[in-house]
């Protein structure tokens, strides 16, 4: 008997101190949504790394194509039921949405801790995308609300082997617009195809127009524009859009471009049919799986005028958010933090071949993308501008200039209609 009572007095002491003893944290379950195809593999191998060293599970969950997962985010927030990081596609008013909201975390603190280490790993054009600057138009906290995975610079692409064909230097693409022209009579002398590109899709065209906008009158006078001091009827921009006319007219344009998507612009390229492409960095990845012996360069928009710089759209992207709701935000910015460390974005240039956003990763890239990374500096983009166009102007005047490509209107028309659209906008934008 005074065993068994010994016994049992034993085991409640050691039950006692078990229940006394202090629990561990359960570790949290990170959610992130995002649409890149082709990078699941590369998260989910990142992901298993990451929970094997800290014991967070990280759960990549990818909704495709880009269009479904947008219409999935703005429904999640509608109803407040985000995950701890996801992405914003689409223009920066909206982006802002998102912030006023309270969706999206200012990450501004956490880029200034250790003496701005984590800001200063970034290139500053691919950070500039997701930052908000002192009285933006948007009215947003000035702030830094994304971390970008990787950087892109838009540009021209051309099929070495049609240059050689057509007995021309493929070591020496044009560089002005008037050797781009007389390059548009061989192709249409050769019967070859001359530019591809998913200009039925409006952004792309925007891109293009703004390469030459920004070339033939600055950015101070673009800029101006979208403001409503500048008409779209002024001569310049008729210029812009008679740019157009002038490629159809000497057989740079490829058949068909105005309906083309640009994953079909990506097939014919990669297939050699067509002698120019103008996309972006990303491309590299997309042609070495269409055609690993794609032999291409790649060339700077063509020059117009001297007096301005030109330009070309880049910085970010790709990145991602932290949900400023989450109960893991802490958790959150730390595994962004190694997701953005040098090791972790070298392992991303080489699986998915994008261009790191990490500064310190350029001499792990391949010779195809360091030709896209050369021009980083010359890159612009709508989301760092502070002021956006109103978006029945952008789709007046992209539309307008497809109309110009298939010979509906001539560019005087098109800039008369897209002011009218223009006026007739702010006039309700002042009401």
């Given at each position: 008997?005074?065993?068994?009572?010994?016994?049992?007095?034993?085991?409640?002491?050691?039950?006692?101190?078990?229940?006394?003893?202090?629990?561990?944290?359960?570790?949290?379950?990170?959610?992130?949504?995002?649409?890149?195809?082709?990078?699941?593999?590369?998260?989910?191998?990142?992901?298993?790394?990451?929970?094997?060293?800290?014991?967070?599970?990280?759960?990549?969950?990818?909704?495709?194509?880009?269009?479904?997962?947008?219409?999935?985010?703005?429904?999640?927030?509608?109803?407040?039921?985000?995950?701890?990081?996801?992405?914003?596609?689409?223009?920066?008013?909206?982006?802002?949405?998102?912030?006023?909201?309270?969706?999206?975390?200012?990450?501004?603190?956490?880029?200034?801790?250790?003496?701005?280490?984590?800001?200063?790993?970034?290139?500053?054009?691919?950070?500039?995308?997701?930052?908000?600057?002192?009285?933006?138009?948007?009215?947003?906290?000035?702030?830094?609300?994304?971390?970008?995975?990787?950087?892109?610079?838009?540009?021209?692409?051309?099929?070495?082997?049609?240059?050689?064909?057509?007995?021309?230097?493929?070591?020496?693409?044009?560089?002005?617009?008037?050797?781009?022209?007389?390059?548009?009579?061989?192709?249409?002398?050769?019967?070859?195809?001359?530019?591809?590109?998913?200009?039925?899709?409006?952004?792309?065209?925007?891109?293009?127009?703004?390469n030459f906008a920004f070339n033939i009158m600055g950015r101070n006078k673009v800029l101006a524009t979208i403001r409503g001091e500048v008409a779209y009827t002024d001569p310049d921009w008729i210029k812009v859009l008679s740019l157009f006319k002038q490629m159809q007219d000497e057989g740079l344009l490829a058949d068909g471009i105005v309906i083309m998507v640009n994953k079909v612009a990506e097939q014919l390229f990669a297939n050699g049919r067509a002698v120019f492409a103008f996309n972006?960095?990303?491309?590299?990845?997309?042609?070495?799986?269409?055609?690993?012996?794609?032999?291409?360069?790649?060339?700077?928009?063509?020059?117009?005028?001297?007096?301005?710089?030109?330009?070309?759209?880049?910085?970010?992207?790709?990145?991602?958010?932290?949900?400023?709701?989450?109960?893991?935000?802490?958790?959150?910015?730390?595994?962004?933090?190694?997701?953005?460390?040098?090791?972790?974005?070298?392992?991303?240039?080489?699986?998915?071949?994008?261009?790191?956003?990490?500064?310190?990763?350029?001499?792990?890239?391949?010779?195809?993308?360091?030709?896209?990374?050369?021009?980083?500096?010359?890159?612009?983009?709508?989301?760092?501008?502070?002021?956006?166009?109103?978006?029945?102007?952008?789709?007046?005047?992209?539309?307008?200039?497809?109309?110009?490509?298939?010979?509906?209107?001539?560019?005087?028309?098109?800039?008369?209609?897209?002011?009218?659209?223009?006026?007739?906008?702010?006039?309700?934008?002042?009401?």
């Amino acid at each position: 008997m005074k065993r068994l009572i010994a016994i049992v007095l034993l085991g409640c002491a050691v039950f006692g101190l078990y229940s006394c003893a202090p629990k561990q944290a359960k570790k949290p379950t990170i959610v992130v949504w995002h649409w890149m195809t082709d990078r699941q593999a590369a998260f989910e191998q990142l992901a298993g790394e990451y929970e094997q060293k800290t014991g967070i599970k990280i759960n990549f969950e990818l909704y495709a194509p880009s269009d479904a997962y947008s219409q999935k985010t703005r429904a999640a927030a509608q109803c407040n039921t985000l995950p701890d990081i996801f992405g914003i596609l689409a223009e920066k008013r909206v982006f802002a949405s998102f912030v006023k909201a309270g969706h999206v975390l200012d990450l501004y603190p956490y880029m200034q801790q250790d003496g701005r280490s984590w800001q200063d790993s970034f290139f500053a054009k691919a950070l500039a995308v997701n930052e908000f600057s002192q009285d933006n138009s948007y009215g947003v906290q000035p702030g830094i609300y994304g971390v970008p995975l990787d950087i892109t610079t838009i540009q021209m692409i051309y099929n070495k082997d049609l240059f050689d064909e057509m007995g021309l230097d493929s070591d020496k693409p044009p560089q002005n617009f008037e050797e781009f022209l007389a390059v548009g009579r061989q192709i249409k002398q050769a019967g070859l195809q001359g530019m591809v590109a998913g200009l039925a899709e409006i952004w792309m065209i925007d891109c293009l127009a703004n390469n030459f906008a920004f070339n033939i009158m600055g950015r101070n006078k673009v800029l101006a524009t979208i403001r409503g001091e500048v008409a779209y009827t002024d001569p310049d921009w008729i210029k812009v859009l008679s740019l157009f006319k002038q490629m159809q007219d000497e057989g740079l344009l490829a058949d068909g471009i105005v309906i083309m998507v640009n994953k079909v612009a990506e097939q014919l390229f990669a297939n050699g049919r067509a002698v120019f492409a103008f996309n972006g960095s990303w491309c590299v990845n997309v042609y070495h799986s269409m055609n690993p012996a794609l032999n291409y360069g790649v060339m700077l928009p063509p020059k117009i005028n001297s007096e301005y710089p030109l330009s070309i759209w880049g910085g970010a992207g790709s990145s991602f958010m932290v949900n400023a709701r989450s109960e893991n935000r802490e958790q959150v910015v730390e595994f962004l933090k190694w997701l953005t460390a040098e090791e972790q974005q070298a392992y991303l240039a080489q699986a998915t071949n994008n261009l790191p956003s990490n500064k310190e990763c350029l001499d792990d890239i391949s010779p195809a993308l360091a030709q896209f990374a050369d021009d980083m500096d010359l890159t612009t983009h709508p989301n760092t501008w502070g002021v956006s166009e109103l978006p029945l102007v952008t789709e007046a005047w992209n539309k307008g200039i497809q109309s110009i490509i298939i010979g509906e209107k001539t560019p005087q028309e098109v800039a008369v209609l897209v002011q009218v659209v223009k006026e007739r906008e702010l006039a309700k934008k002042r009401q």
